[in-house]
């Protein structure tokens, strides 16, 4: 079974420029995670589709990050424009459903330089 | 507020020098506790899941248990193949199924 898929691996921009990450989930999974990981922290959630719902963008900064996710299977997020505190990974996640305990698969996410 | 705390931050071991990883922390209904591996460039791999206070599961040298307040993975005899970063994250109460990272353990074992 392939996992998930993301790219581009590596990004380095300048601040104020525009990126955006793709992400291609396990196939048939239902619900698809975007994580920000900062150098030496754990993963912190940004936003969380279920099929092509936003289930919970608490934690997306939605004056520069935006994220979609069509026909609810590829999802693509967005930052314009990046500040140097965007630095960072960026993780994929997808799981069957949103059930107590499912399991979360990652993908081996985007790491971002912005200079 | 929900917040998972882990600790260590890093360790180095000795090949064979069992030892433990702390996770502790508090939310608001814990619906379960996950440890995932990190290997430096890659995505978390999944490794267990805990549901309730008492409960261990094991894979090969890694034990991972839970208490009402913390979990402890311990790891015995390692490997340097055991070298990685160990993150622990919580689900909490709510339907969202978000999880909710600790800031990782960072092991070293050394042959």
């Known amino acids: 079974e392939a996992g998930v898929a993301q790219s581009p691996r590596y990004k380095i921009i300048e601040k104020r420029q525009s990126v955006a990450f793709w992400c291609n989930p396990i196939?048939?999974?239902?619900?698809l995670y975007w994580y920000q990981q900062i150098l030496g922290q754990g993963p912190k959630l940004l936003i969380q589709?279920?099929?092509?719902?936003?289930?919970?963008d608490s934690q997306l900064p939605k004056d520069r990050f935006s994220a979609e996710r069509l026909k609810g299977v590829d999802s693509t997020l967005k930052i314009q424009p990046a500040k140097l505190e965007d630095s960072a990974v960026y993780l994929c996640a997808s799981s069957p459903r949103r059930d107590r305990g499912i399991i979360q698969y990652f993908g081996a996410g985007t790491r971002l330089s912005v200079l | 507020e929900d917040q998972v705390t882990q600790s260590p931050e890093a360790l180095r071991l000795q090949e064979g020098e069992s030892s433990s990883l702390n996770c502790s922390y508090t939310v608001s209904g814990l619906r379960g506790l996950f440890w995932y591996r990190q290997d430096p460039g890659k995505g978390p791999e999944f490794l267990f899941t805990l549901y309730s206070a008492g409960e261990e599961k094991e894979k090969e040298r890694l034990k991972a248990t839970l208490t009402k307040k913390e979990s402890f993975l311990h790891i015995t005899a390692p490997k340097p193949e055991d070298s990685a970063t160990y993150l622990c994250a919580v689900q909490a109460s709510g339907n969202t199924g978000k999880l909710i990272f600790g800031q990782g353990t960072t092991l070293q074992v050394k042959p």
């Open positions: 196939s048939g999974h239902a619900t």
């Open positions: 589709f279920q099929n092509n719902g936003v289930v919970d």
